[in-house]
């Protein structure tokens, strides 16, 4: 029975996971801050009230 040898490119895989990491965190901040904007000026981001 002959046996599979499966390899990767360890340093693609870390890339690509360091990418992905940096991704989700940026977002993730960016819909926090976007969120404290929100409460800060209570409205939503382009939204007209009769106050402002």
């Known amino acids: 029975m ?3 040898i ?3 490119d360890d ?3 870390k890339g690509y996971v360091g990418k992905l990491v ?3 965190v940026q977002e993730t901040i960016n819909a926090l801050l976007d969120e404290e904007a929100d409460q800060l000026v209570n ?3 382009y ?3 009769d106050e402002r």
Do not use: C, K, N
């Open 11 to 13: 340093e693609a895989i």
């Open 6 to 8: 499966v390899s990767s």
């Open 43 to 45: 409205a939503g981001r």
């Open 2 to 4: 002959p046996h599979e």
């Open 22 to 24: 940096l991704s989700t």
């Open 47 to 49: 939204e007209r009230t």
